[in-house]
Each structure stands twice: as structure tokens, then as C-alpha cells.
């Protein structure tokens, strides 16, 4: 082909016919465009490459977001169960990463994701975060919920947590030296004003985690807790009416740690729980489901470890799935509340 041939391709439609094809081009978290200014969307996807914040394993989950892009171009489609196509109905980015110049520095980086995620709530645009460690949950929520916080009018969020883990362990001052760490958030949070735990359900606890009286921190602040053997006996359907029933009206942060999932599900997270059953990813699924029609100002996704991830990338591809879940919750609440969705 010559020069004057290659010319006469229409090369901005032959861009526009590859768009649908997720090995095609470069990649951002669900196809979607890059813009990493806070007012340039109504949600944004945002990468937390951070993993300084519990030491006590292992340290891989800054990869966590380049392993989600890389993956998450394959699913950018509608929402089956509930009949819209999120991409349609809300401007939806990829916000980039946070710059976390001094990453190995848990509590200055946990100051720097804090400040960075503001500048989004101040604009009102509503947060996906994909990282990291769960140390990165502590410093969303105070961006986006509690006091002086536009996202909900100063009131702190109820939080539906999924975990293997409580994540409050207030009796401890560090953990490994870190005070804001990935053991801590769901405690300072609470007692700090960003969370009401009595309108929180700490959701997949496992039985065989830590010592007899593990969970008493968390009841201590007010959170219910739901362990597996709960869900076991009762099934998700009943767990999650539980769950909605407790949030109420309250406005709502989740946080997934991938670690919940069964590790058939999620082999490759940072603290793997073997021996007792976990979540499988289809429940998990309906109770995030099971959510839609609350005000969900944001939600993150955490503990993904690519380097230790089966060979077809499932715990990746179902981090995934769940930031797919938490987009199409906020874009359905969002577009139902728009003037001409409303009765006249």
C-alpha cells in the first residue's frame, strides 16, 4: 500500500469498529476514557497502587490496578439483570492512578489517597477504587462521608463490608508500626465520625480467623458482623435483606476485600483463608445486587495480588466483576434520579 492508499482509509472509523474488541488498543479500566481531573465525570475509576499498608503478608498489592485495566476491557457491556447499559447513562472514567511518591511510607501515603479522593467528593463525583491493601479504605471514607463532607451532607456513610477480616483492631496502637494500616480502618473510621456501624454489616467473616474473641472489637463499635457459618446456615437471600434493612437511608460506602471469595474464586489475594468456605462470587454478586436503589457515594475493591493469581487471572477478572457491580448500583440510583426519570 502506498502513501496516497493509505490515505484514503477512513482511519477514525476503523478506530470506531475496533472499540468493541477488548484485546484492541490500550487499556483503562473497562474501555473507558482517561480523565483525571475530579469534575470531568459523574464516576470515576480510580487506581490505588498501594500495598505498604499491612506488612504482616505479603506486598504485591500495588499491582492490583494495572492487573484489573488489563483485564476489564472485556466487560464493558449491559447490565443483564438490570436492563440498562451503565456507559450510556453516566459519564464514566478511568481517573488513573493516585501518586503515592512515598509508597513505602504507610501513613504518609494513607495522607496522600485522603487528599487526592477529596478533590473527586468536592466535585461530586463518585468514586470505584481498585488497589491496594485495605488500608486504602480508611482514607476514602474520610474523603467522601462524615463531617464536612459534600457527598452526604456531613453524615458518615453505613458501610457494607466484605471481608474475611474485621479490620478493628482498636486495642492495637500499630500494626507493624503502621497506625493507619489495613488492621485499623474500620475502627478509626468509625470512632472518627466517617461511619455509623450501627447501620454496617461486616459481611464473610471466617471461623478459624485469629483467636476466640476476634470479633469483639467489631461489636464493641456497633457493627454487625455476619460470619460464614451464618451465611452458610441462612443462605445470601436472607443476609442480604439483613444487610439493606440495617443501612436504611443512610447514605453507603462498600469495600470488597477479594479475600472474602472462596479461594476456588480468589486464589490470588494477599490474605488467602483456607480450610473453611468462603463467599462464592455468585452470592457475593446478589448481595451487591440486592443494594441497588441506595445512595452509594463510593466503593472500593482491594487486596488483589496478580503475582500470586491462577495462570487465567479469576481473582482478577472477578475483582472485575465486582467494580462492574458497584459502577452499574451507582449509575442506576443516578440515572433514576435524573428530572426525566422521575413522575411528573
Known amino acids: 500500500m502506498s502513501l496516497t492508499e493509505a490515505d484514503t482509509v477512513d482511519w477514525a472509523a476503523a478506530r470506531k469498529e475496533m472499540e468493541r474488541w477488548y484485546w484492541w488498543g490500550i487499556p483503562t479500566f ?3 476514557p482517561w480523565d483525571e ?3 470531568g465525570s459523574e464516576i470515576a475509576v480510580l487506581g490505588v497502587p498501594h500495598s505498604s499498608g499491612n506488612g504482616s503478608t505479603e506486598r ?3 499491582l492490583g490496578p494495572r492487573a484489573v485495566r488489563h483485564v476489564s476491557a472485556l466487560y464493558r457491556r449491559g447490565h443483564g439483570r438490570f436492563g440498562f447499559v ?3 447513562v453516566c459519564k464514566i472514567v478511568d481517573a488513573g492512578d493516585v501518586p503515592l511518591p512515598e509508597a513505602m511510607v504507610n501513613d504518609t501515603s494513607v495522607r496522600h489517597i485522603e487528599l487526592y479522593a477529596k478533590r473527586f467528593a468536592a466535585a461530586g463525583t463518585r468514586l470505584v477504587s481498585i488497589g491496594g491493601d485495605h488500608s486504602i479504605t480508611g482514607p476514602l471514607l474520610k474523603a467522601v462521608a462524615g463531617p464536612g463532607s459534600p457527598m452526604t ?3 458518615p456513610v453505613a458501610l457494607v463490608h466484605f471481608d474475611s477480616h474485621t479490620d478493628s483492631y482498636h486495642h492495637l496502637p500499630h500494626w507493624l508500626g503502621n497506625r493507619r494500616s489495613a488492621a485499623h480502618w474500620s475502627s478509626y473510621t468509625a470512632t472518627e465520625g466517617n461511619v ?5 454489616s461486616q459481611i464473610g467473616i471466617r471461623p478459624n480467623v485469629g483467636t476466640p474473641g476476634s470479633r469483639n472489637t467489631s461489636e464493641e463499635l456497633g457493627y454487625r458482623v455476619i460470619g460464614m457459618d451464618e451465611i452458610e446456615r441462612d443462605g445470601w437471600e436472607k443476609v442480604a435483606s439483613q444487610v439493606r434493612d440495617r443501612v436504611g437511608d443512610a447514605p453507603v460506602y462498600v469495600t470488597f476485600d477479594l479475600d472474602v471469595l472462596d479461594p476456588a474464586d480468589g486464589p490470588g489475594v494477599s490474605n488467602i483463608e483456607p480450610g473453611y468456605p468462603g ?3 455468585g452470592d457475593a454478586v446478589r448481595i ?4 441497588r436503589g441506595l445512595n452509594i457515594v463510593g466503593g472500593d475493591i482491594v487486596c488483589l495480588m496478580p503475582t500470586k493469581d491462577s495462570p487465567n487471572q479469576i481473582t482478577a477478572m472477578n475483582a472485575m466483576v465486582v467494580a462492574f457491580e458497584m459502577i452499574c448500583l451507582m449509575a442506576d440510583r443516578m440515572r433514576t434520579d435524573k428530572p426525566e426519570h422521575k413522575p411528573a
Do not use: C, V, Y
Not at 451487591?288 to 443494594?291: E, P, T
Open 30 to 32: 473497562f474501555r473507558a
Open 86 to 88: 451503565p456507559w450510556d
Open 196 to 200: 455509623d456501624p450501627t447501620r454496617s
Open 37 to 39: 481531573e475530579p469534575g
Open 153 to 155: 451532607d456531613g453524615k
Open 60 to 62: 504485591d498489592q500495588h
Open 288 to 291: 451487591l445486587q440486592s443494594l
Open 279 to 281: 463467599l462464592r462470587i
